[in-house]
């Protein structure tokens, strides 16, 4: 399974837009890059899948280059409850196989 | 509908005595998964049970266990405690391309 590379912590303000990238080098061709949010002592929370180009939803936006070798997560106009830890994975997880984590990239929003 | 479901929230235990930690998949999910997060760790995959049966395991050692019931139901049995299983024990259910996560169950070993 490709490896992952983010920030460990990034700090912001509310209003603003994050922007989180991610390095995966490794990245088969069957793959696709997912992101999770997680809050201190909860379950991970789906936030974003995508393959290639851009994926939007409510919540954010995944950009892929056409490399694939990296990956931006975008979250607009952030408020403090963002703050979380993110983390970025890539494999082949649409069948509820092991999902692999790496260490997340921690967001402080302030106000 | 409630989510995934786990039991209890914290328990605190002593080194070398065992613990059981519960899980109830979300309504419809018949997969469940087990996870172990480290305090400032990613979780990391523990093991996977599908139609009773242990389908994926991690890299673990034998004294983690577990079980999946007839309701999909799921138990983690950790046996022989060390100071370093206290983590997180995270319980996540799924079914075909739906996956969603417990809050998990704080474990503290003293």
């Known amino acids: 399974l490709a490896k992952t590379t983010q920030p460990i912590s990034m700090d912001s303000y509310e209003g603003q837009e994050v922007n989180i990238t991610c390095s995966h080098n490794n990245i088969a061709t069957n793959d696709y890059i997912t992101w999770y949010q997680q809050f201190p002592s909860q379950g991970p929370r789906f936030i974003i899948q995508?393959?290639?180009t851009k994926v939007t939803n409510e919540v954010a936006s995944l950009f892929i280059p056409a490399d694939r070798k990296s990956s931006t997560l975008s979250l607009p106009r952030v408020s403090l409850s963002d703050t979380a830890v993110y983390y970025c994975?890539?494999?082949?997880?649409?069948?509820?196989?092991?999902?692999?984590f790496g260490q997340g990239t921690e967001l402080s929003v302030k106000p | 509908d409630a989510g995934v479901t786990q039991s209890p929230t914290h328990l605190i235990k002593t080194r070398g005595q065992q613990v059981t930690l519960r899980c109830s998949p979300k309504?419809?999910?018949?997969?469940v998964s087990w996870y172990q997060q480290a305090l400032g760790q990613g979780p990391q995959f523990i093991f996977q049970y599908y139609e009773e049966e242990e389908r994926q395991r991690g890299n673990f050692p034998d004294r983690f266990s577990g079980h999946q019931f007839p309701n999909y139901s799921s138990e983690l049995n950790v046996n022989a405690l060390l100071l370093g299983d206290s983590a997180l024990y995270l319980c996540a259910s799924s079914r075909e391309t739906s996956r969603d996560f417990g809050p998990g169950t704080r474990l503290t070993v003293l």
């Open positions: 995508g393959y290639k």
């Open positions: 994975l890539v494999g082949v997880y649409n069948q509820g196989g092991k999902l692999i």
């Open positions: 309504s419809g999910h018949d997969t």
